[in-house]
């Protein structure tokens, strides 16, 4: 979108806006007029434009009625033709699923009782236009050309709000297809029923990603309900209520000369009563104005001064998309339902799903502990009541359903790294309980991990990135034992986190699949070779982007490589090799090529920071810098690969501020290169952590020197600790590097 379209469009908003708001909420709407929606919902990005407020229970957003990958988020912005807007969506995610309770407005009576197979056979698809559609945190807005109305949504926390412009003296009417399904969704069992002239309610049990998801409706209309059709499995059924696998209504509106109708719709996972609790009493324009409003407060809390308005949107961006998930699961008295359908009472925290952790554990949740660090306890506790159900931390909970969905259990590392932050709003005891017997159960490679010290590659797929992801999640449960004293699971998890080390092949320099003997490499061995989920050593990758996951032993691991010399000339390669990838069934998540490197998935995220660690930081300058500069645009494809609900927009969040948690779990952020002039962090208790870069521009990305607090700084890490202090980070920037500056890589506590 345009930056003039946002400005007048977030004037026009503040004029009609009902609620007084003070000079400083004013200001603080200001930053909205910086975010683009629309950038990722191109190419791989995966996310949606609809309207939502951070880490909302809902998420209401057009769908396009396409099951392909890149309509994961149901949206994809090279479409031109809408089913329908539906009320729960994902966030840059590489699998399809959600899209639950679809409304469509519709100017005219169809035939639902076909039972399509494909979109093309919808009869309430429309066609839309991008020059007719808008999207601005909180606020969507898309004019449906066949039927000729216009759409405008926004949302609260658990409430989503419709408003249908009808043309004059056209038919009101809105479809509600309770079967619709995208990608691996599916529905089981549906029903819907009409309460009264003005409500309906019901529900919708799906499978698919989540195996066993439960959604139950509200929806209060602002009209009279002059009639309705109920269509039950293709069959037309007489009354106000009926059920099946797949049911679709079409519903009708008085006229009386008003071309508007609002709908409110609220969900809940536990029952009808708790969605009814749900939805809120307000209307539409106070909902948008106070959504606005939280919007603004949020994304406030960074301040960044350039004289680059395009940075500005692409940091503001992805400050917006780093705050869509985690989603609030739990209704309003607390009440949520886990996969086995016990009921769940959050008490003293909000409930949070779509947990995708082997992605945001690398910078999302550590991005949390300083945005949010009451979200960040309240996500903890949350997984800690996911554990209960099979005394496993999650892997990927959806809808609170555990997915199994890729390697290593992540939710280890985002306890820690929240409790080494200073977040203690759980319960520490309880919480290490569940990281140890997680570690210690046997599922998913676990008994092969723990009989020989690694995952064998002929006994399991995936077998080098299993073991690296285990050993760093051995490596938390150490640290965690020792913050809580516990020095034998200290040492007996320490030394299990050493698992990296007997997959290194020196002669190499790559992690190599090793056979159950302890001496046999996987042969033939082709580090660019790809083989995306089956027979293959690596996880949507290569040897090449997969070689380096030791964050937390980098000092060991170059080591290993023989000395900082070979270490930098292999690493250095890793981003100047060809971006080759062989193999017949290359992974589509390999995107985002810089060389072998691969920015467009998140193994790769963390290693341009380690040249700090092999005493060259100015490599480290230069290629995240480098980053910044190609994989991310203020375009809908500017983003090099999935969103990953929130890790790729937290990635550049850090990194363009200078900082970067290499080691998500250490409580440190290794130092980059600040595209900012000035980068201010509003920490929780009113202090504030300032960035400044001196001389910075698109040529000076190198740091010549850097003082804290006026203090020489000559360092490549500062603690999570330093930054809640408050202060002043000051770099001095140049068009070359400072070879000496950094050398000194131990961090001051």
């Keep these: 979108m345009k930056k003039i379209s946002l400005f007048i469009l977030a004037a026009g908003l503040l004029t009609g806006c009902k609620i007084k708001i003070d000079k400083n909420d004013s200001s603080k709407l200001l930053f909205i007029e910086h975010v683009n929606p629309f950038i990722g919902t191109g190419g791989h990005g995966h996310t949606y434009p609809g309207a939502t407020v951070p880490f909302g229970m809902l998420q209401v957003s057009p769908d396009n009625g396409v099951s392909s990958w890149d309509w994961c988020s149901g949206y994809h912005y090279s479409d031109s033709i809408v089913a329908g807007f539906s009320h729960l969506h994902l966030s840059g995610t590489g699998i399809g699923d959600l899209a639950d309770i679809l409304f469509m407005p519709i100017n005219k009576k169809v035939d639902l009782k076909a039972q399509p197979t494909s979109r093309d056979l919808l009869a309430y698809k429309s066609t839309y236009s991008h020059s007719n559609e808008t999207s601005i945190p909180g606020y969507y807005q898309v004019f449906l050309e066949t039927p000729k109305i216009n759409v405008e949504l926004t949302a609260s926390k658990r409430t989503a709000y419709h408003k249908y412009t009808f043309a004059k003296n056209d038919m009101q009417s809105v479809v509600v297809d309770l079967g619709f399904a995208i990608n691996w969704d599916k529905s089981t069992k549906t029903g819907i029923t009409i309460e009264n002239d003005n409500t309906i309610s019901g529900y919708r049990y799906s499978t698919g990603w989540a195996k066993n998801q439960k959604v139950f409706f509200v929806a209060q209309f602002s009209k009279s309900i002059t009639g309705q059709e109920l269509i039950a499995d293709g069959k037309v059924i007489k009354g106000t209520t009926t059920s099946g696998e797949k049911v679709t209504s079409q519903l009708f509106f008085v006229n009386n000369k008003n071309n508007e109708l609002f709908v409110k719709v609220a969900l809940s996972s536990v029952s009808l009563a708790n969605a ?57 008295n607390g009440q949520f339902r886990r996969e086995d359908d016990q009921i769940i009472t959050a008490t003293n925290y909000t409930a949070y799903s779509t947990l995708s952790l082997w992605d945001t554990f690398r910078a999302e949740n550590p991005l949390l502990t300083l945005l949010a660090p009451d979200k960040s306890s309240d996500i903890v506790n949350s997984m800690l009541a996911y554990y209960e159900t099979k005394k496993i931390l999650p892997v990927w909970t959806l809808y609170g359903n555990e997915t199994n969905t890729m390697t290593g259990y992540h939710s280890i590392p985002v306890i820690l790294n929240a409790y080494k932050n200073g977040i203690k709003g759980f319960d520490a005891e ?184 092999a005493n060259e930081p100015w490599r480290t300058q230069y290629w995240v810098h480098y980053i910044l500069d190609t994989q991310y645009n203020t ?115």
Excluded at 303 to 330: C, G, N, R, W
Excluded at 497 to 522: C, E
Excluded at 667 to 672: A, P, R
Aim: proline content about 4%; hydrophobic content about 30%; aromatic content about 12%.
């Design 430 to 613: 309880k919480a290490y309980s569940a990281m140890k017997a997680t570690m210690m159960q046997d599922e998913r490679g676990l008994n092969l991990y723990k009989q020989y010290g690694y995952i064998p590659y002929d006994l399991l797929d995936e077998s080098v990135t299993i073991t690296l992801e285990y050993a760093y999640d051995d490596w938390c449960v150490a640290q965690m034992a020792k913050e809580l004293g516990k020095n034998e699971d200290y040492d007996y998890f320490l030394k299990r986190s050493q698992a990296y080390r007997y997959l290194f092949d020196p002669i190499t320099g790559f992690m190599r699949g090793k056979s159950k003997d302890g001496k046999t490499w996987n042969t033939p061995f082709d580090p660019k070779h790809s083989n995306h989920r089956e027979h293959t050593d690596y996880t949507e990758g290569n040897a090449w982007q997969h070689s380096w996951f030791v964050p937390q032993n980098v000092d060991d691991f170059i080591a290993l490589h023989g000395s900082n010399d070979i270490f930098v000339k292999r690493l250095e390669q890793l981003f100047t090799e060809s971006s080759e990838i062989t193999g017949d069934n290359v992974s589509a998540d390999i995107s985002g090529l810089i060389g072998q490197y691969a920015h467009g998935n998140e193994p790769s995220h963390h290693i341009s920071y380690m040249f700090n660690h």
């Design 276 to 332: 009814k609790e749900n939805l809120d009493t307000g209307n539409f324009e106070s909902t948008k104005s106070e959504t606005k409003t939280i919007w603004g407060n949020t994304l406030s809390k960074i301040e960044v001064e350039t004289p680059i308005d395009s940075l500005k949107t692409m940091f503001y961006t992805a400050v917006y998309h780093a705050q869509l998930a985690p989603v609030t699961y739990s209704d309003k």
């Design 635 to 749: 375009t809908p494809n500017g983003l090099s690969g999935n969103e990953d609900c929130g890790q790729m927009s937290a990635w550049y969040v850090f990194s363009s501020m200078g900082l970067y948690p290499m080691n998500p779990a250490s409580g440190e952020y290794e130092i980059g290169s600040p595209i900012f002039e000035k980068s201010t962090i509003h920490l929780q208790d009113g202090k504030t952590f300032v960035i400044q870069a001196e001389n910075v521009s698109n040529k000076n990305f190198y740091i010549q020197s850097a003082t804290l607090n006026g203090v020489v700084f000559n360092q490549t890490t500062i603690s999570h600790q330093q930054l809640l202090q408050g202060g002043i980070l000051y770099f001095v920037m140049g068009s070359e590097p400072n070879k000496k500056w950094g050398l000194t890589i131990k961090s001051v506590k």
